[in-house]
């Protein structure tokens, strides 16, 4: 450092590897850095004799996260939403909300460093990734940006030591089919999500595991993949309902899709739960309002957004978590959806 300069806030962070905002949390006292950063900084701050200027209090930076969804309109990221912001206003910590720019096209997120140097110089200290589909690239680039990672509900893992927040997806898939096996429904048609989406194929795993236990042979032209989206639902509910030999009840693997296979049974002139029972996952707020009221298995939303923040706010700390992922339990909600198979 230059004779007769005064040293800056800045120029401590720097020297100390950490970011702004953090150099400014230890100078204020506040309890969430660890203790290994804490000394770090605080012998930087010693070596440079930092004094704060006169009559001026110090000010910790406001801390900001940023929360990326690929659908901002959907009741389950509306439900997501609340519990990350109600967390990040618990800890004093502001979230800012974004949408993937391709998320219409479920591609990979782009572009790698570029995004991660944005957001890191832009004040960021991690980020919450909403169900999309993350590159090694991408997790790397974050890594070496210092920006800490949890994901909600991937698409995919680029690898282990990624952090992720989710439900017990194969449970909730075996409570599903269980539900309907108890009701006599032998065939029953799968409307998942993306074949590439690690939480739709836990929930095809308990549907099938469900069907194995009770000696149901699993009939492949019963399991179809698409997107989360209601469009998507009724794309795949027509399909099924052109079988040959259609099922009698079918488990969707989104409310929102579980809707739309309900539309495709009204197009047919049929009746839910009369002709076809029909069982959804999420229990969004559309699953109690909806005509009739939908059977899905309940994710707890909010707490998993709960829990996502205040893990990344820990990730941050540099505190070493007991799990890398964590599963909130699921439950069945049973409602008007679903009834006893015809003539059973």
Same mark, same amino acid.
């Given at each position: ?5 005064? #040293?800056?806030?800045?120029? $401590? ?37 930092? $004094?704060? *200027? ?11 996260? !940023? ?25 004093? &910590? ?9 998320? +219409? ?5 782009? #572009?790698? %460093? ?7 110089? @832009? ?6 990734? $909403?169900? @999309?589909?993350? =590159?090694?690239?991408? &997790?790397?680039?974050? /890594?070496?940006?210092?920006? /800490? ?6 698409? %995919? ?11 017990? %997806?194969?449970?909730?898939? &075996?409570?599903?089919? +269980? ?18 989406? =690690?939480? @739709? ?16 042979? #699993?009939?492949? +032209? ?9 469009? !998507? ?11 040959? !030999? ?21 197009? *047919?002139?049929?009746? $839910? ?8 996952? !999420? ?39 007991? @799990? ?6 699921? %439950? ?13």
């Amino acid at each position: 450092m230059a004779a007769g300069k005064r #040293p800056t806030l800045a120029m $401590v962070a720097d020297a100390a590897g950490v970011s702004l905002p953090t150099a400014s949390k230890v100078l204020n006292g506040r309890g969430d850095v660890s203790a290994e950063t804490r000394a770090r900084v605080e012998k930087v701050l010693r070596e440079f004799g930092y $004094v704060p *200027q006169m009559g001026r209090r110090v000010v910790a930076p406001a801390r900001v996260v !940023d929360l990326v969804f690929d659908d901002l309109v959907s009741p389950y990221s509306l439900e997501l939403l609340r519990g990350v912001t109600e967390a990040g206003a618990e800890a004093g &910590v502001d979230v800012v909300v974004s949408r993937l720019p391709d998320a +219409e096209h479920r591609g990979p997120l782009t #572009p790698e %460093n570029t995004w991660a140097q944005r957001l890191k110089s @832009s004040g960021r200290e991690g980020l919450i990734v $909403v169900t @999309s589909e993350l =590159s090694l690239a991408q &997790v790397e680039g974050f /890594a070496r940006a210092g920006l /800490a990672l949890v994901v909600i509900d991937p698409l %995919n893992l680029p690898r282990v030591e990624v952090t992720s927040v989710g439900a017990t %997806n194969w449970l909730g898939g &075996v409570a599903a089919t +269980e539900h309907l096996l108890g009701l006599g429904h032998r065939r029953i048609g799968f409307a998942g999500g993306p074949v590439q989406a =690690s939480c @739709s194929q836990a929930r095809l795993g308990g549907y099938r595991a469900a069907l194995d236990s009770a000696s149901v042979r #699993p009939d492949p +032209e019963l399991v179809l993949h698409g997107a989360f989206h209601y469009r !998507d639902g009724l794309e795949m509910g027509s399909r099924l309902l052109a079988l040959p !030999d259609p099922p009698t009840a079918v488990f969707a693997a989104s409310d929102a899709t579980a809707l739309g296979v309900m539309e495709a049974i009204r197009r *047919q002139g049929l009746r $839910v739960p009369e002709d076809l029972s029909v069982v959804g996952f !999420d229990d969004t707020v559309m699953a109690s309002v909806a005509t009739p009221a939908l059977t899905t298995v309940r994710q707890p939303l909010e707490d998993m957004g709960r829990v996502a923040l205040r893990t990344l706010l820990r990730l941050i700390a540099g505190e070493t978590l007991d @799990s890398h992922h964590v599963e909130l339990a699921t %439950n069945l909600v049973v409602r008007g959806s679903t009834a006893h198979v015809r003539g059973g």
